[in-house]
């Protein structure tokens, strides 16, 4: 039996802004692999991302991970 490829694991923390701050979607969120270690984030990473800082409510960022293996 070969190994199994992993997925990657992405980690991210909600986050409470007010209105009108600015918001990193890449901040506090972090992807790791069994095979790849650390993977970087880009905004490549980012599928959706519905936040609008200039008004209040409840937003969601999607992201999707690759690792050098093709897992997702």
């Known amino acids: 039996t070969g190994d199994l ?3 990657p ?3 991210a923390n909600d ?13 506090n969120v972090t992807a790791t692999d069994k095979e790849d270690g650390t993977i970087i984030l880009t905004k490549d990473n980012i599928i959706a991302n519905d936040v609008d800082t200039s008004k209040a409510g409840t ?3 999607t992201f999707r991970v690759v690792d ?3 897992a997702i």
Not at 15 to 27: I, W
Request: hydrophobic fraction near 40%; aromatic fraction near 8%; proline fraction near 4%.
């Open 5 to 7: 490829n992993s997925a």
């Open 15 to 27: 986050v409470t802004l007010n209105v009108g701050d600015t918001f990193d979607p890449l901040a």
């Open 59 to 61: 937003y969601h960022v």
């Open 9 to 11: 694991i992405i980690s």
């Open 68 to 70: 050098k293996n093709g």
